[in-house]
């Protein structure tokens, strides 16, 4: 196997070490709210910028720490990190500062950078915090002529140190930044938000409740929005979207026909900045008074607020800030006085660069057409993936009414297959309630192809599905069995039951089962219909797709799991944990889960090694072991060797660290499949199956010809995989040559290119390709973009 960028020749590539920062200093420093993952970023920003050799200083209390210097300003070293990464909030600290805005305070902060000869800025903040930053850059030489006159610094100071660089980073649980597909801290605060949700509905469901539950988004609707979409709320309020006229007696309708329908709980979830129509605020005590008013029903408040900026951050909002801060130190490194200040974004997969003052101004725009009563300009100016959002929301909650003219009659079956994959029942969720409101008739089928065969096919209804959101597993039921051997069968149930297009939801064996329904085509008549797939599991090995519903839902599994070991070890002596994952042969969760709970390395099938490198690997860590650090972390994807086996590789360590340190294994196993699935899972579940769906519909209506659906082009069996920031329907046939059959993976994978940022932050060399960095990206022509980003969730 090899990486994408192997491809590429060395010359071509433009690499790490070519950037040096031996002469520079770069100050990290955390502004405004806190967000969970901003230790993390401030981790990558430390440890990169010592790899580069540029000393890196820690500026306590944000801009208030820069403009008394002091004690408020220190050296940085590679231990001062550890152990940080699973911490919420900032360790460096973070304050509101009236001093900065002052040009006396920017005098005294000015000052204090230059004895400490930093030149490079990296600030993690919100807009508020980067906007200032810019504007201090902007002011930097005249602060400096100010020092001379002033005697505080003399004229080959001022020389050296003539130009400021500004990176910045967006820490912001609210996602209210243009510019980039997400912030950091926005993720874990969705987790905090879904935990809550998913208590309260086991309570709710014990006293027949209504529960209305406001989250934080002063501004932005985002968390609101996503939360709803992820728990499938029965109302969202949101500022950029308001309630026409009349809300009141749609909301009480709808909430008291579930009650009719026997649904024992009402969820509603309210921003805090909602408004009406008209501008004026639209409080949760406002919501409980109006159902309990006209209802009658038990109705409780729940206001979540800085619970939500709390805890340890998730998988996703640890490898984004280690990324972004990586991405920061090389755009410092880069950087010229001609160089605009720029913000380190989120594109699809990719961490890019877009100016500043750009990202700013398309944010104030949000908020001028909000103040304006522009409502519908404020949430296309959020971005598609927010439109998209705001659409499928509407589409999920709210039933169109049964009737004639609006039936397709067409019958749609959807069926799991493979290993479970939280997010799955999502999956199916949004399957069944979108087929529904396009006029479909919609068909379960139980425990994949097995149950195909055995006829286990039922119509399934709206109400069928209702609270599968959160729902771990697959509660169709999902097997491995493909269809080939039983193709006559299955197209006997196809022909019994007139289904006219199939909707799978699986992993390996998915694909596989498509590739081989596609191929029975030649024979049997009945598989000449539309067939799509959706990718759903925990390896996320799926050709045509960089991403799998399930597998951010075990990555974080493994990473919490990884947190609970490392601080088994806390107070004993020495020790390295040897642990294992799965993914069959794809090295996807034990390399990302080893870049979020910050192993020393991670072992995949992809990247070839041999007894050398696990020698060199045991003697990396006595080393590190002879530091203030004193426990390891090694990761083994469950394939990576037939022969390096996790026994194996434990026995090595255990010998070869005798003395120095004590080793210890685990195996995860089957815990990586289970539990409740992550807000991510859940939203892209929703949104994809809802576009597989829609695909369907058209697919349906091109095909039908003289009474009957006949499809048997290669693109009316496709995956619908989510390829950097959009999502792409592939024939599966097309996919052929992007396998590997034989070790069941994509022969190209984009994570690979993530693998030196581990070995990087844990203080191996390596060459880290940068040949993408540098390009900087117009946020207005990417805003364009006709994309569903992948996490927009």
């Known amino acids: 196997m090899h990486s994408a960028s192997e491809d590429v020749s060395q010359s071509d590539k433009k690499l790490l070490e070519d950037l040096s920062g031996s002469d520079k200093a770069i100050g990290v420093l955390t502004s405004g709210g806190d967000a969970q993952g901003m230790n993390a970023a401030v981790r990558a920003v430390v440890r990169m910028g010592i790899y580069v050799g540029a000393k ?25 990190v550890s152990s940080i990464l699973q911490v919420g909030g900032t360790v460096i600290g973070s304050a509101r500062c009236k001093d900065f805005r ?4 920017r005098l005294r902060a000015a000052n204090n950078l230059i004895q400490h000869g930093i030149t490079n800025l990296c600030v993690i903040g919100g807009d508020g915090s980067l906007t200032g930053a810019n504007f201090f850059r902007e002011e930097w030489q005249g602060l400096l002529q100010e020092l001379i006159q002033q005697g505080k610094i003399d004229k080959a100071a001022a020389q050296k140190y003539s130009h400021l660089n500004i990176v910045g980073m967006v820490g912001s649980i609210d996602n209210d930044f243009c510019g980039t597909d997400m912030t950091i801290g926005t993720d874990s605060a969705l987790h905090r938000i879904i935990e809550v949700v998913d208590a309260i509905m086991t309570t709710a469901q014990s006293h027949q409740r209504t529960f209305v539950l406001e989250v934080m988004g002063r501004h932005c609707g985002y968390l609101a929005l996503v939360s709803a979409l992820a728990c499938g709320a029965d109302w969202v309020f949101i500022p950029e979207s308001p309630p026409a006229d009349g809300w009141e007696d749609q909301m009480c309708q709808k909430l008291s026909e579930n009650r009719a329908r026997k649904k024992r709980l009402n969820i509603i979830i309210i921003s805090e900045g909602a408004i009406d129509c008209y501008n004026k605020p639209i409080t949760s005590d406002m919501i409980k008074d109006l159902v309990v008013k006209r209802l009658g029903f038990d109705t409780r408040v729940t206001i979540l607020g800085h619970v939500q900026r709390g805890g340890t951050p998730s998988a996703f909002d640890r490898i984004l800030a280690s990324r972004m801060g990586v991405e920061a130190v090389v755009a410092l490194l880069e950087a010229s006085p001609e160089t605009p200040a720029c913000v380190v974004s989120l594109s699809g997969n990719q961490a890019i660069r877009v100016p500043l003052m750009e990202c700013v101004q398309m944010t104030q725009e949000v908020q001028k057409a909000m103040d304006e009563g522009k409502f519908d300009s404020a949430v296309k100016l959020r971005g598609r993936s927010f439109e998209n959002n705001l659409r499928t929301y509407k589409l999920l909650v709210h039933k169109k009414p049964d009737n004639e003219q609006t039936r397709s009659n067409f019958n749609v079956a959807v069926l799991n297959v493979g290993a479970p994959a939280a997010g799955m029942n999502a999956a199916v969720r949004s399957a069944v ?3 529904i409101s396009q006029g479909h008739t919609m068909f379960a089928v139980a425990d994949g192809f097995e149950g195909f065969i055995k006829g286990q096919i039922k119509e399934i209804k709206w109400s069928d599905v209702g609270g599968w959101t959160g729902q771990g597993g697959s509660l169709l039921g999902t097997k491995r069995t493909l269809p080939a051997k039983n193709a006559e069968a299955i197209a006997e149930q196809i022909r019994l039951h007139n289904i006219n297009a199939l909707l799978l939801i699986g992993g390996f064996e998915a694909y596989l089962g498509l590739l081989e329904l596609s191929a029975a085509r030649a024979k049997y008549d009945e598989f000449c219909i539309p067939m799509v797939m959706v990718p759903a599991t925990v390896s996320n090995n799926v050709p045509g797709s960089d991403f799998s519903i399930g597998a951010d839902t075990a990555l974080n599994a493994i990473t919490d799991t990884c947190d609970r070991i490392k ?59 002879k530091t203030n650090i004193q426990r390891g972390l090694v990761l083994r994807n469950e394939n990576c060797n037939e022969n390096y086996t996790t026994d194996f590789i434990y026995q090595l360590y255990s010998e070869e660290g005798k003395g120095v340190f004590d080793c210890r294994k685990n195996v995860l196993g089957h815990m990586q499949q289970g539990g409740s699935p992550s807000p991510f899972d859940r939203n892209f579940g929703t949104k994809i199956s809802a576009k597989a769906m ?33 999502l792409v329907f592939q024939p599966v046939t097309e996919l052929q040559d992007e396998t590997d059959f034989k070790h069941r993976i994509p022969k190209e994978q984009w994570w690979l290119k993530l693998r030196p940022l581990m070995k990087i932050l844990a203080k191996y060399k390596a060459s880290l390709d940068v040949s993408d960095a540098g390009q900087m990206e117009h946020v207005n022509r990417r805003l364009t973009q006709d994309s569903h980003h992948f996490i927009a969730i």
């Open 694 to 726: 829609q695909w369907i519909t058209n697919k349906l209506t091109e095909t039908y010809r003289q009474g009957r659906v006949f499809a048997n082009s290669p693109d009316s069996a496709c995956v619908l995989g989510m390829r950097r920031r959009t």
């Open 102 to 105: 002052t040009r006396e305070g």
């Open 433 to 435: 309630r979108t087929g």
């Open 567 to 625: 601080q088994s070890a806390s107070g004993t002596k020495r020790r390295v944990f040897i642990i294992e994952t799965m993914g069959g042969y794809c090295g996807y969760l034990a390399s990302m889960s080893g870049l979020s709970a910050g192993a020393d390395v991670a072992y995949i099938f992809e990247e070839k090694f041999d007894i050398r490198e696990l020698q060199s690997n045991v003697e990396h860590l006595t080393e590190k072991m």
């Open 56 to 80: 890196v200083y820690f500026i306590h209390e944000g801009y208030q720490g820069m403009v008394d210097g002091g004690k408020n300003i220190v050296e940085a070293n590679w231990q001062d």
